[in-house]
Nanobody
């Protein structure tokens, strides 16, 4: 069974920073791409950042560009999300996602999902 384990969520004040981490139990499940999604109460899940494992190309949602940075470790089985200048509207459950083969882009969809970690930003 594929496991993606997220850590690093929490509560911060607006303007603060958090760093999310996620590790997959098997590199073959993340060797194509990894990404982060979020879902706030009453809203649809949205992709916020993705990274292609081989090229390390990254993609960001416009609302987080310049504030969030996605990265991977050299082995390609861990992904990180550095979140700076957090805003109350960033509050959501954040999910790590991954895919081992083409067909998913880890921004609009993914093959594997973590359980989520809560991020709460107070004003």
């Amino acid at each position: 069974q594929v496991q993606l384990v997220e850590t690093g969520g929490g509560s911060v004040q607006a303007g603060g920073s958090l760093r999310l981490s996620c590790k997959t139990s098997d590199y073959t499940n993340s060797r194509y791409c990894m990404g982060w999604f979020r879902q706030a109460p009453g809203k649809e899940r949205e992709g916020i950042a993705s990274i292609y494992t081989r090229s390390r190309s990254t993609y960001y949602r416009d609302s987080v560009k310049g504030r969030f940075t996605i990265s991977q470790d050299s082995a390609g089985n861990s992904v990180y999300l550095q979140m700076n200048n957090l805003k109350p509207e960033d509050s959501a459950m954040y999910y790590c996602a991954a895919a081992g083969v083409p067909g998913h882009d880890c921004y609009f969809n993914a093959a594997y999902w973590g359980q989520g970690t809560q991020v709460t930003v107070s004003s």
